[in-house]
């Protein structure tokens, strides 16, 4: 989770109200307070979220370099050596020599840190490297590089929604949290078709006004089932119903395709997919982005 905020609360006497936003639902709880107890609002929240089981609990290790996949795991003062098999890192691409001897060599000439935001201190040119190494990788105009996967659904999906004026998102109903919060995001019309299946992505392309932009969201490699997507096809129906394609590469990039490209690549289909998010996590290093062309 991006942008953690750790703070202390102290009772408050001036302001009358205060609200709380619990992200994981998606609701808002506002409460009126003659003196308003901050702390009590936060506790109140926290605890029905742990009443629900949905409160975390992060697993606090620390990776072996040179051990993979083992880790150590600090636990009440403790520690105990684990086996971390759920990492996304598949090929142990992060403990590579190579990478890691680059890593050295990029912070000794240049320091530790980018100093700020691109739009404030500028864009460190490993990073104006990388995007233009991704653009060739998927045969793209340009690349963009965010700081998680989450994020780079998130926000390209979101942007997508609010630039198109009264475009329709249509999602497969199987697609990532971070696809979905996207597309939330944005406020635009959705529809959602079944898992895989063109015939139900036709019909629903046919019910929507010609005249509307349309967005057709998917992924390559659906991680939870190991399932692909039938790339051309959604690809034919988008070139019939004059629809832009969104697929989300992550659990492809780095593993398919002949220069790692992913399923699309692999498929020959790279060059009909007008954005593809793709990830340098699963099989190599740590980072995300979004590639379009």
Not at 156 to 167: C, D, F, M, N, Q
Not at 187 to 214: C, M, T, W
Not at 267 to 288: C, K, N, V
Request: glycine share 10%.
């Amino acid at each position: 989770m991006p942008g953690l905020i750790v703070f202390g609360v102290r009772n408050a006497h001036k302001l009358n109200w205060v609200s709380t936003l619990d992200h994981e639902a998606g609701t808002r709880v506002s409460r009126n307070f003659k003196h308003a107890d901050y702390a009590a609002a936060i506790n109140t929240v926290l605890d029905q979220v742990r009443k629900e089981g949905r409160y975390r609990e992060f697993a606090d290790i620390k990776r072996q370099c040179g051990n993979y996949p083992t880790a150590t795991r600090y636990t009440d003062g403790e520690t105990s050596a684990v086996t971390v098999w759920c990492s996304n890192d598949y090929l142990c691409m992060g403990q590579h020599p190579d990478v890691i001897a680059a890593m050295h060599a990029a912070i000794d000439e240049a320091g530790a840190g980018s100093g700020g935001t691109r739009n404030i201190s500028g864009t460190t040119h490993y990073h104006v490297e990388l995007e233009a190494e991704l653009a060739d990788l998927h045969g793209k105009q340009s690349a963009l590089v965010f700081t998680s996967g989450y994020i780079s659904n998130q926000a390209t999906l979101s942007t997508l929604a609010k630039i198109l004026p009264g475009v329709v998102i249509l999602s497969d109903e199987m697609n990532h949290a971070s696809m979905i919060e996207g597309i939330r995001q944005g406020r635009g019309d959705k529809r959602i078709f079944r898992h895989n299946d063109l015939a139900d992505l036709e019909r629903q392309l046919g019910e929507i006004d010609p005249s509307r932009p349309k967005v057709i969201a998917f992924e390559s490699v659906y991680s939870m089932d190991g399932d692909i997507a039938p790339i051309h096809g959604i690809c034919d129906l988008a070139d019939r119903f004059d629809a832009m394609t969104y697929i989300d590469e992550v659990h492809g990039v780095g593993i398919y395709g002949p220069r790692g490209g992913g399923i699309s690549e692999r498929d020959g289909a790279a060059d009909r997919i007008d954005i593809i998010e793709g990830t340098l996590a699963d099989g190599r290093i740590y980072r995300r982005y979004s590639a379009a062309g």
